[in-house]
């Protein structure tokens, strides 16, 4: 379940080159992805009119696809422009989707173009100023998205399946608060006083301040629609203001997840983490990117299993607790979005 | 087809550590076995009341089964008794799984535990008396548990799969005896002088006996309900009284299988022998462990392309030899007590 | 989709050892294969009477195909003729089908084998003739084989599947001339003056001649049904009389493509090269066979991806350009066949 009349990001802007096609299945949509003569993002579907072949094993020649089977090329709006000794001219169009790209990531509106608005396209801030550094990547999630929704949005579990990194008991004890405004939740806990795991002890040493010492630590989950988590973390020198204390007084961040469905139980996890210090430092970007990722891996076999039990028992009702509410909350906001598009979609049919 | 409302072996018992759960999959149920503090067995449903997660992926804290993803902490009737920052008094259970340790292995009940009598396990006396010695293991096999039993109640089979070891020409030649005495089937062969297989040619061997003399050879299948086959084997020098020879004038053991579904098409298969001679040689153990290893292993791609090509064919008639009434005997006995035991939920569904 | 009633090249001889069997699917029928006492080739159900076992698993003892399992020996016709200590008269049979060695390959008739005619199993000239060389393999393919018909009866694909060997620009750019004649097919193209491929200048390095002349190049693929195309290839210096020229001035040859279903979306792919020229060489046979072996994996990922595209929208319409009238042709020729099938079943079904 997830509505296909909204922005997912699709890609890493360095998956697309200028020459090749990248093949990937977004909201059950097989998609060919490349770069017309201008470097823009096209998308159009992974299907050659020709005979079935898949555009994305061919390449990109001048900005056009071209089908690696019989040499069919096809413009960034699916139509047909050329092949070798044929007159393609009713030749029939395969479907091209909006896809835009922003802040360092490829956007795909995998539902109707017509109805796709860039401007409803989440703004970044930090991926537009000098003092953020982002570090991240993609994995490829055999679950269905909204489990990860839910991973994301109670961070309890990193006391336990993140134990060595940025776990800590305090964690379970500070109760999270969850509020929704329109399509957007958040959920949020602080912890005052309090040790800092290794992972930030890390974040402390790399900003110059000790590692050794007290720290209140926050944990804001921000939820927005259809299916991104960006979390506001960091560790302040304990009793200096916390999540508003001075930048030198504090090693902190945003964690960048955006969590795009494959099928119904497979997706795309792209993650990552906007750095808010040193940001000029590449070597620490690249070096917390490598951690994070070990640390993101560790999610990966609890997601999977999960998965195929909830499949195995399809019928069994789940608890709701209090750190339950960040995604219990989420849920709700895509159901309720799927019932407009599916409600869309009738209304569109009635006329 | 698989009575539930009966014993199984799920494990041995250093598969379940003190401070780890076993995730396995037993008669279609989805288990987490953990020891609880006292180190007895505990078999709960691999669930996570909370949020579907398998208990399995998490670990053993003061003999409670603590959930890997947000810490739930079940005991082992399947109860929750404690979560960080939770009142857990209002968690629905998981369902529990009658389960006993005894002569060595894990004992599983998968159907209702109320109903489950530990006093039906088998009693294995070679696994009490110190001049027997056990060395074995556990595969998984993806074909039918049935026909894991039918191999073992015809072993006529070991003069193909296993000729170089265990098989002989004489043991085809010698027609088996079968009989069916309630749930018990027992198919026997004996043959008389005849030269012993290099299996047994070591096996004299180690037991200070001439390898190079004629024997006489014994093979006692007993099945007992529901999946269990116990095999008397051995060799005696020919013309000393055979099975029932002096214990120096022999070589012998019992070929130990307990064959426990996992799927309709899948079982755990835990082989192993215990051997009734220089019981205190724990190198002769582990090197009988290992050969035996070997030679079980061969039977594997047989039996998982006899399933694949049962299921091409599911109406086909399969002949019935003297050879196989063993194996058909022991199928009469387990449609019988799936027979019973549907009824018997009829019958509690009337009432 | 495919005819039963047909032969198709099941296997390469040497793949049929006197032995040992070989087990293979063709058109959904599991068979095994082996050589009776005279080196005959027979084919028989995969499928032990006794207990399902696999046939393909046991070995061949003197001509006859001994089940691996419990001994069981079936003779080229199906018939049990033996089992250890067993009266077998009345075993069922297992079915045979009607196989033929001839020409360098083992044909099959999947159907009925009452209605097999070994004399329409097509002549190949060039296996009798000492002036022709023939080295080849088999590949195993995930698609549908009609999707490989397609792929040989259109070779504009060589320009952008194989570009770096037998491909080249002036294939796309001159349009096949298709005609059809009873089951057969033949779609060809002729290049004049063009430069050789790499893979046709060192064909004509090998036969002597010039690898940077201008050449007559030509493509005659011809479809006999079943699923056979044979496709005369070559090069001759410019304006010698192409395919015509006298052999001192060309270098040509016919691949060879036997093309056999394993099932509704996997196929059999027999590929290799008759060459007409330097036939005594046996290490150009050899160094041509790897080549075109390298080639022709190309088509792999294509075909298989094809296959998953299509499979994905069953209902959607392929074009059908000039370039693709050879496959559209053989694929009416298959659909006209396999109805003459089904109706001659419901004839003789009324009868």
Partial sequence: MFPKNAWYV????DEIPADKPLG??????RIAFFRDADGRVAAVEDFCPHRGAPMSLGKVCG??????????????????????????RGFPAVRRYAVEERHGFIWLWPGDAALATPD??????????????FGGGVFHVKCDYRLMIDNLMDLTHETYVHSTSIGQKE??????????????????????????PPFWQAGLRANGLPDDQPVDRWQKCRFVAPSNVLIDVGVALAGKGGFDAPAELKANGIVVDFITPETATTHWYFWGL??????????????TRERQGQIFSED??????????????????LLKLNIDAGGVQARKIIERLCAEEAAGVATKEVA
Same sequence: chains 1, 2, 3.
């Fill in 24 to 29: 990937r299945t977004i909201c059950d949509e």
């Fill in 63 to 88: 900005g056009r696809l071209q089908c690696g089977y019989h040499g069919l090329e096809m413009d960034r709006d699916g139509k047909t422009v050329a092949m070798p000794a044929q007159r393609v």
């Fill in 10 to 13: 699709a890609a890493l802007p």
């Fill in 171 to 196: 964690i379970d004890e500070a109760p999270p608060v969850t509020r929704v405004d329109g399509d957007r939740v958040v959920t949020e806990r602080e912890m005052h006083g309090v040790m800092p």
């Fill in 274 to 287: 906007a750095r808010h210090f040193k940001a000029d430092d590449a070597a620490l970007t690249a070096a």
């Fill in 300 to 317: 990966m076999e609890m997601l999977e299993r999960q998965q195929l039990n909830l499949s195995a028992h399809p019928q069994r009702a």
């Fill in 120 to 133: 409803t396209i989440p703004d970044l801030a930090w991926a537009r100023q000098s003092d953020w550094a």
